[in-house]
DNA sequence: CGCCGTATTGACTGTAGTCAAGTGAGGTGG
DNA sequence: CCACCTCACTTGACTACAGTCAATACGGCG
């Protein structure tokens, strides 16, 4: 079940066959949340790794005055905190967008299926890293791009991943986010999104309407946003980790 | 020698002898640079990781236009990237601030000392973990906070850290870091960065001079900061991970 | 049809950026 | 030892990008 998972890794790795029916294996403890609920709060020491299989989530923070901060997104295919288990106790909280439905995976489950699938265990550690260069990224967004930048960013950033995962058709994406949550992570108003969001429009560089995101020509949105794909560490070049069977 | 990051590792878990002595012999291959030099290229394949022994580095990120951000500080006692050999190539720099002292761990090394020393494992996730958490709360802090809030929540951090590496001494650390270079990790402008240290300074809130930094009164700092410093992972309780000899 | 959350608009304010001209302090060389 | 040079810091006047407040429009759903 876990297919978003599995084929957003095969860009770092050609998995075996055996890999990956150990991947679909560990989609139990399944769980489904409403939109706008808690998966985990601030404070809570998880006991599993999550695994979205279906919807959006996202890791938030909120200061006690109010003001929250979007910190990153969850797609179909996104684990949560592969290590947790070290620290002993959340400092942000991870909130659904949409409907989602997860798999819980307990941590021996994973220690389990590392230890005997090296080649998952790589894919793992990629998967890790790129997370946190996504985090550096929009330390690079909010720090030094303008609104117009900082969403023409987002959205590239956003369309290659769900790529990666096989959600794009053809030019366009789900993109299931308010005016306030895009706001929330690229530290705008809604008012400012708003308008931002016109600009980008009538420069006919998206095509956003009814939760979808269409990107006419993804070059043009490039430039506009100085969007250099290389954090993600796409290039599929891991031909030394390749299964052989 | 590396006896900033033993104290580092030591507020997570309590380590032995052997565990220390493991330690002090990792600082092999010694290099000494200039300030403002380059450590690490973007693009760059890295051969180890590095550990700062004495001075101040960064990460940072160039957008083609010129502008810079910085991403994270590093100061003695701070590993750069434990985990890169995984993925191909850099997708940010690495740079001086001031002349540094580095070890360079080759990846088999690293390799070795966690095979034989579990508690060293255990905290180097701590360490790794902490570095991420750093990263989200530097989103939160150029999306959401004001200037004012921005440089003090930065001050407060780094007082912080270096707090935990022993490089304070009473209400006062090294911060030996330009206007520009502030300005370059909060997303402001030098004269903005100027304007916001003297009502700072004027506020008693912090005295600035000579690559010092004092906080008279951290808690206060820390309210106009909206600094929690629990994303820091603190607090000493790994006793469950302790060394029994 | 009517309600509620989301999106849109306008007018005004304010924080932060820009440009450009000084001032000051530390280091170097004559 | 002092002049000078450079880099960092400081200041002022002006601009502009983004935030605030508040009213209104839209759209999907019961």
């Known amino acids: 079940m876990p297919h978003h998972l599995i084929r957003k890794l095969e860009h770092f790795t ?14 139990t403890r399944v769980q489904d949340f409403d939109a706008d609920a808690d998966i985990i709060r601030e404070g809570d020491r998880p006991e599993h790794v999550h695994l979205v299989l279906e919807g959006w989530a996202c890791r938030y923070k909120q200061l006690e005055d109010g003001r929250r901060q979007i910190i990153s997104f969850f797609m179909p295919g996104d684990l ?14 991870i909130g659904t967008l949409t409907p989602v439905r997860l798999a819980g995976i307990p941590r021996e489950r994973l220690l389990d299926l590392t230890a005997r699938h090296p080649r998952i265990t790589q894919a793992l550690w ?55 949550e895009l706001a929330d992570a690229t530290g705008m108003t809604t008012v400012h999104v708003n308008r931002t969001l016109q600009e980008l429009r009538s420069a006919g560089l998206i095509i956003l309407k009814g939760k979808r995101l269409t990107i006419p020509d993804l070059a043009a949105l490039q430039a506009v946003a100085l969007f250099n794909p290389n954090y993600l560490h796409l290039e599929h070049d891991g031909a030394h980790f390749d299964a052989n069977d």
């Not at 050609?14 to 989609?27: G, H, M, V, Y």
């Not at 996504?134 to 909010?142: S, T």
């Open 126 to 180: 990629w998967e890790t890293l790129v997370t946190v260069a996504v985090q550096r990224e929009w330390v690079v967004n909010l720090g030094q791009r303008s609104a117009l930048e900082r969403l023409a960013h987002l959205f590239c950033e956003l369309f290659v991943r769900l790529r990666t995962v096989g959600l794009v058709e053809g030019d366009s994406c789900p993109l299931p986010l308010t005016q306030t």
């Open 14 to 27: 050609r998995l075996s066959a055996a890999d990956k029916t150990a991947l679909q294996e560990i989609a």
């Open 80 to 93: 949560c905190d592969t290590h947790v288990f070290v620290l002993r106790a959340m400092d942000h909280s």
